[in-house]
């Protein structure tokens, strides 16, 4: 689905990027994990061909002979065929503009349209089963600038659900909602990704909740890969404390079996605060 | 959006018959509809000419080509501040305060005061094309000054519209002062001025509009992702520097022919594109038509003002349009600062 080999990336002279490499299988659910400044974000805009690598190749899809070999490089898509295949969920999910909930759904038919905004399918159907399935209907006539964070996510994730992609893409989405919500969005996340065989790649900052949803991690430090592999492999505590330069417990869930990440303040300090 | 589009048409001809029957000389309201009517193919032979014969020159030959340039000048600038603020997604981007009018007018200035095209059979076509070039350059100029580290702010943008204007300003007053020219006549144009224009001025601005209006359209769609930001647009699917790019373009285009024949007239292109999003919704399909058409009715009602407030006496047209723009600007400025960007 994704291969990604020896990608180099450099803004001016600062280095962010440097001989990352590896694979991510169709259906999928893979994590990009890595502190500030660790180039996450920069390798998702080298995937969703946004920016291009000054080194190296990013390969989407497969060559669709049944090999099973990568397809072609994400510079040879236009950006219509890449928006009838991939979908970005950002940070920031919508500007308040002053287009309703239906109307900004419906932009993601955007690249199956013709010039006059026609379609061939019924894409009426379709965005009313994507509105109920979130339960976006009640808010349908609603304008942007009027929904809360929560909201304007789901909205943003229904408009990636009317791309129909086979690849999603996720900036750091759960960054301004609360726990409840978080969790709400990688649930909805998770079935649609079930149901439609989705492959995601999500770039996230919570360890925790990254055990909890990916089933590949990838760990990045300034621009190069740590590590690749399940999150029982990734989220060692010696790892996250190389990394991140703090001292962690890693238990096991006592549900679920993943790891989760238990955060605590710095041994000095809990020694001062004792007396 | 044909109940938008009929209003707003409803609205532009009956100004237009308004306007056409008020000014200095006083024609009674029959004879300005029979003037009308009788031109009108077929009814020729019905009507009767009970009017004097001066009325029908009035009507004819200096206040209907008035009110046309007025329109096409006013869809124009309209067109072209819908068509800045969409692709840089700033709410007051319009053809005046990003300098790209005033850039046009050292063009055209230029062209008119040295000579060098005056009285020339097509100096009426050279113009705007010599405005045109160097109302791109003051755009790709205001646009340089206002990036930083690669992006554009609104309040830089204003910054550097504003340098840049006082800039083209003097340059274009010092060409004036340099001129062995009637003086009036020219601070008249640079003001902006709809006086003693022939029909032959519409037929000059008339395919800039057409062209404009109809790329413009094409890209209404697009222009609506624009507004959910770029990158957004970027994986919808939108090739947004060439998008970008076509549009300021075209509205430069547009810009720089209504600058070349009437002058500077300023913040017509920001108060009309945001007086239809308040109407009618974002939606640049209709926003785009709408503000032709009511950029038509607006300029034409200032200049209607501009010729009869003080009658005989006429105000400049830029002095009405910024009278009411400027306040508007200020009010959209505060609104910014407390709401919603982009």
């Given at each position: 689905m994704i291969e990604v080999q020896g990608v180099e990336k450099n803004y001016g002279s600062a280095?962010?990027?440097?001989?990352v490499g590896f694979q991510v299988n169709e259906g999928a659910f893979f994590g990009i994990l890595g502190p500030n400044g660790s180039g996450k974000s920069t390798l998702l805009k080298l995937i969703s061909g946004i920016e291009k690598a000054d080194a190296g190749e990013v390969r989407l899809g497969?060559?669709?002979?049944?090999?099973g070999r990568a397809g072609r490089?994400?510079?040879?898509?236009s950006r219509k065929e890449l928006a009838k295949w991939l979908a970005v969920l950002e940070?920031?999910?919508?500007?308040?503009?002053?287009?309703t909930v239906r109307e900004v759904v419906e932009m993601g038919r955007f690249p199956f349209q013709n010039w006059l905004g026609?379609?061939?399918?019924?894409?009426g159907r379709q965005i009313d089963t994507i509105l109920a399935k979130l339960g976006l209907q009640s808010l349908e006539?609603?304008?942007?600038?009027?929904?809360s964070g929560g909201e304007k996510q789901r909205v943003a994730l229904a408009k990636a659900m009317a791309q129909r992609p086979r690849l999603l893409l996720l900036?750091?989405?759960?960054?301004?909602?609360?726990i409840g919500r978080q969790i709400q969005l990688m649930d909805r996340i998770r079935e649609w990704q079930r149901e439609a065989k989705l492959t995601v790649v999500a770039v996230l900052h919570d360890l925790n909740l990254a055990a909890l949803y990916c089933d590949r991690l990838l760990l990045l430090n300034r621009g190069r890969i740590v590590g690749v592999g399940s999150p029982q492999e990734i989220l060692t505590a010696e790892r996250i404390s190389e990394i991140y330069g703090i001292e962690p417990l890693v238990t096991r869930?006592?549900?679920?079996?993943v790891p989760q990440v238990l955060l605590q303040p710095h041994a000095e300090e809990r020694g001062s605060g004792e007396r | 959006m044909l109940i938008w589009g009929g209003a707003s048409f409803a609205l532009l001809l009956l100004s237009a018959v308004v306007s056409l029957s008020l000014g200095s000389a006083r024609l009674p309201l029959a004879d300005v509809w029979g003037i009308l009517l009788s031109r009108l193919p077929g009814l020729s032979h019905a009507i009767?000419?009970?009017?004097p014969d001066a009325s029908e020159q009035i009507i004819l030959k200096i206040r209907l080509p008035r009110i046309v340039l007025a329109i096409l000048a006013g869809a124009c600038l309209s067109l072209a501040g819908a068509g800045f603020q969409g692709v840089?997604?700033?709410?007051?981007?319009d053809p005046y305060t990003l300098g790209v009018a005033s850039g046009s007018a050292v063009g055209a200035a230029f062209l008119i005061l040295t000579g060098?095209?005056?009285?020339?059979?097509y100096a009426q076509w050279t113009i705007p094309i010599v405005a045109f070039a160097t109302g791109l350059l003051s755009l790709a100029l205001v646009l340089r000054l206002a990036r930083v580290q690669g992006r554009i702010r609104m309040e830089t943008l204003l910054l550097a519209g504003v340098v840049l204007q006082a800039f083209l300003g003097s340059m274009v007053s010092f060409m004036v002062s340099m001129s062995d020219k009637v003086i009036n006549e020219i601070v008249f144009w640079m003001l902006g001025s709809l006086a003693l224009r022939g029909w032959s001025f519409s037929a000059v601005l008339a395919p800039y509009l057409a062209i404009g209006l109809v790329v413009l359209l094409g890209y209404a769609r697009s222009l609506n992702l624009f507004a959910l930001g770029e990158r957004q647009a970027a994986h919808l699917g939108i090739r947004v520097e060439r998008t970008k790019l076509t549009v300021l373009v075209v509205s430069t285009f547009m810009t720089a022919a209504a600058v070349s024949i009437v002058g500077i007239i300023g913040f017509v292109g920001l108060v009309v594109p945001h007086l239809v999003r308040l109407l009618a919704g974002p939606d640049y399909r209709l926003l785009l038509p709408l503000s032709a058409l009511l950029g038509g009715a607006y300029m034409l009602w200032a200049d209607t003002l501009a010729r009869t407030l003080l009658s005989p006496t006429e105000i400049p047209i830029g002095v009405v349009t910024a009278f009411l723009g400027a306040p508007f600007f200020a009010y959209l400025l505060r609104r910014n600062k407390h709401g919603a960007r982009g």
């Open positions: 280095k962010v990027l440097s001989d497969d060559a669709g002979d049944g090999s490089l994400v510079g040879e898509y940070q920031e999910a919508l500007p308040p503009v002053g287009f026609e379609e061939a399918e019924d894409a006539e609603r304008t942007i600038d009027q929904l900036d750091e989405p759960t960054t301004y909602l609360d869930h006592p549900a679920l079996g | 009767q000419p009970r009017w840089l997604r700033n709410p007051l981007a060098l095209s005056f009285g020339a059979l």
